[in-house]
């Protein structure tokens, strides 16, 4: 089972940017997925989530301005992060599970079984 993010980098506050999470080694179509943060000295959070039929779930934090989709031909998870603020800076790690609908599990890491390396999201 292998999650690897990229997309990450430095960018201007009310810019955008968009992750990529390729998924290997599991029919991914059936787990729910999710994007985490985290920054230095802070607890990881869960920014979006998405369960196995594509129903949607965003922290306050991210409703508005971050969009999470999945293509499942690509074995894609996606994360569109537009008007970005400095808060928003972190490292950004995609997440995995087996199940249906996870939403109810978007702040609790630990529920989620798989994790990528994470890529650095830097606004200034």
């Known amino acids: 089972v292998q999650l690897v993010e990229s997309g990450g980098g430095s960018v201007q506050a009310g810019e955008s940017l968009k992750l990529a999470c390729e998924v290997t080694?599991?029919?991914?179509?059936?787990?729910?997925m999710a994007w985490f943060r985290q920054s230095p000295g802070k607890d990881r959070e869960g920014v979006a989530g998405i369960d196995s039929d594509g129903l949607a779930t965003y922290d306050d934090s991210a409703k508005g301005r971050f969009m999470i989709s999945k293509d499942n031909d690509k074995n894609t998870v996606y994360l569109q992060m537009n008007n970005l603020k400095p808060e928003d800076s972190a490292m950004y790690y995609c997440?995995?599970?087996?199940?249906?609908?996870?939403?109810?599990?978007?702040?609790?890491?630990?529920?989620?079984?798989?994790w990528g390396q994470g890529t650095q999201v830097t606004v200034s």
């Open positions: 997440a995995a599970r087996s199940g249906g609908y996870c939403g109810y599990l978007l702040q609790t890491s630990a529920a989620w079984s798989y």
């Open positions: 080694g599991f029919y991914y179509v059936t787990y729910c």
